[in-house]
């Protein structure tokens, strides 16, 4: 049974079906104990994040919601378990996150979530199969080749609201993370991503030039969210993050 996919996974690893042609590397080094996981899961829960006040207000009109880049899978299972009535799916290109994905949703008990490890540029659901699309930190660190075709994969799967999270050139904003991780847990994501950004080429990935890039390739308006780090809004008086667009998002819906 491929359930709600329009076409059979190449793979089944550790029990998550796997649409990729090739397997990456996991260079996170995430813990396997699920303890980390699940504290992250209750912070989440007892918060309403940006995407609860922008995207699922209106839940009634949400059938199925997608993540896109999701990780170790605390975020979506936390809005899984506030609204039920939604079944929400999520992947990530990296096979073990995937795999600490399944095990939380299955010790927390959920229902209404599914994880399968797969790529931006081949979402494997039917036309218009999605009411909304959530991105946190992926679209901005995307080669231009790839941002054109995750697009089309969106263009072509969602019919409802696209929203994404960007940390543009935030090398201050990441330094501090990354000694977080060494103080309290080394963890090599943070490492990583301290080349990541310093990579990113900021002419082509402010908060403006992305927004202007998705309204000249699918047509749509899209709106910039300026206060907006990470799952949180910021106090509308933090002008300055106008200025530095290295924290911040974008959304827009894909119905014409």
């Known amino acids: 049974m491929n359930g709600p996919f329009t076409e059979k996974p190449s793979q089944i690893y550790e029990g998550v079906p796997c649409y990729l042609d090739r397997f990456h590397g ?5 813990p396997k104990d699920l303890g980390i996981y699940l504290k992250r ?24 919601l997608l993540s896109v880049g999701e990780g170790t899978g605390e975020f979506i299972a936390s809005l899984a378990a506030k609204y039920p009535s939604i079944q ?14 399944r095990r939380l949703i299955k010790h927390i008990g959920l229902k209404n979530v599914s994880f399968y490890i797969g790529s931006v ?25 790839l941002k054109l075709k995750h697009l089309a994969e969106i263009e072509k799967v969602c019919h409802g609201r696209v929203m994404m999270s960007h940390m543009c050139d935030a090398r201050k904003y990441v330094s501090v993370r990354w000694l977080q991780s060494k103080l309290h ?21 402010t908060l403006t030039k992305m927004a202007e890039l998705v309204n000249r390739v699918t047509g749509h308006k899209v709106e910039i969210l300026y206060h907006f780090r990470g799952d949180r809004e910021l106090p509308y008086s933090a002008k300055c993050f106008r ?4 924290l911040g998002g974008i959304t827009y819906t894909t119905e014409h």
Request: charged share 30%; aromatic share 16%; net charge neutral.
């Open 243 to 246: 200025i530095l667009q290295y």
């Open 185 to 205: 847990r080394n963890r090599k994501i943070w490492d990583d991503a301290i080349v990541t950004y310093r990579i990113i080429d900021k002419r082509l990935n």
């Open 88 to 101: 929400f799916f999520a992947f990530d290109l990296v096979p073990g996150r995937a795999v600490i994905a």
């Open 26 to 30: 996991d260079p996170y080094n995430d």
């Open 41 to 64: 899961f209750e912070w989440h829960s007892t918060r309403t994040s940006i995407y609860d006040s922008l995207l699922l207000k209106k839940k009634e009109t949400l059938l199925n």
């Open 121 to 145: 540029e081949r979402i494997p659901f039917p036309e218009n199969f999605f009411s909304g699309v959530i991105e946190r930190g992926v679209f901005h660190i995307l080669p231009t080749e």
